[in-house]
């Protein structure tokens, strides 16, 4: 959908894991072992009533770790793009988790670069996709760039962009696609 560049920095994460569902088509990329792989999901979250070996139970339990971890992911994506609808000025698609409470589990830490004592906040331990998550939006909000991620204002979309508009009034993915629709509406309805 859409015809811009990735945002930048760490909020490109961001950016690509609300991207993953394609709301017009359904496609969602956390289906496929490729899609999930970009985000460090299992690759393979079998259906934990029927697993693999029935055999052997860490086998079951394996399948429903992998496919709590997807669940998981998912929803933090609908949570982060009712924020970035929020962004641009619009309610939520759906009643989701509050960002805030998802977020607040993630364990970040600060890093000191030894050459040149800058700090960071990086995500700790076995840098989880909510961890990396929380700290791209740490990193974007000292940057002041989070709140210039938004979600497309089409229904049929909700895709995310970097919106870099001087004035920061974006409000499609592509003018090209979803706001040529929405003019195009907005002329018929005349």
Same mark, same amino acid.
Request: glycine share 6%; with cysteine.
């Given at each position: 959908?859409?015809?811009?560049?990735?945002?930048?920095g760490?909020?490109? &994460?961001?950016?690509?894991l609300?991207n993953?569902?394609?709301?017009?088509?359904?496609? *969602?990329a956390? *289906? %496929?072992?490729?899609?999930?792989?970009?985000?460090?999901?299992?690759?393979?979250?079998?259906? =934990?009533?029927? =697993?693999?070996?029935?055999?052997?139970?860490?086998?079951a *339990?394996?399948?429903?770790?992998?496919?709590?971890?997807v669940?998981?992911?998912?929803?933090?994506?609908?949570?982060?793009?009712?924020?970035l609808?929020? !962004?641009a000025?619009h309610?939520?698609?759906?009643?989701? %988790?509050? &960002?805030?409470?998802?977020?607040?589990?993630?364990?970040?830490?600060? %890093?000191?670069?030894?050459? *040149?004592?800058?700090?960071?906040?990086?995500?700790?331990?076995?840098a989880?996709?909510?961890?990396?998550?929380?700290?791209?939006?740490?990193?974007?909000?000292?940057?002041?760039?989070?709140? +210039?991620?938004?979600?497309?204002?089409?229904?049929t979309? !909700?895709?995310?962009?970097?919106? +870099?508009? =001087?004035?920061?009034?974006?409000?499609?993915?592509?003018?090209?696609?979803?706001?040529? +629709?929405?003019?195009?509406?907005r002329?018929?309805?005349?």
């Amino acid at each position: 959908m859409n015809d811009r560049s990735a945002a930048p920095g760490s909020l490109a &994460l961001v950016e690509s894991l609300v991207n993953t569902l394609d709301l017009e088509s359904g496609a *969602d990329a956390l *289906d %496929t072992a490729e899609g999930r792989a970009r985000f460090g999901l299992p690759e393979n979250p079998e259906n =934990p009533e029927n =697993p693999e070996n029935p055999e052997n139970p860490e086998s079951a *339990d394996a399948a429903r770790d992998a496919a709590g971890e997807v669940a998981r992911a998912r929803e933090l994506r609908e949570s982060l793009r009712a924020a970035l609808l929020a !962004h641009a000025g619009h309610p939520p698609h759906r009643e989701v %988790t509050p &960002l805030g409470e998802l977020l607040a589990s993630a364990p970040l830490l600060v %890093t000191i670069d030894e050459d *040149d004592g800058s700090a960071r906040l990086a995500a700790a331990g076995a840098a989880s996709l909510l961890s990396r998550t929380a700290a791209a939006v740490a990193e974007a909000l000292i940057a002041g760039t989070w709140t +210039r991620l938004k979600a497309c204002e089409a229904v049929t979309c !909700h895709w995310a962009y970097y919106d +870099r508009s =001087p004035a920061g009034r974006g409000r499609w993915c592509s003018m090209q696609v979803c706001g040529a +629709r929405a003019k195009m509406r907005r002329y018929r309805a005349k």
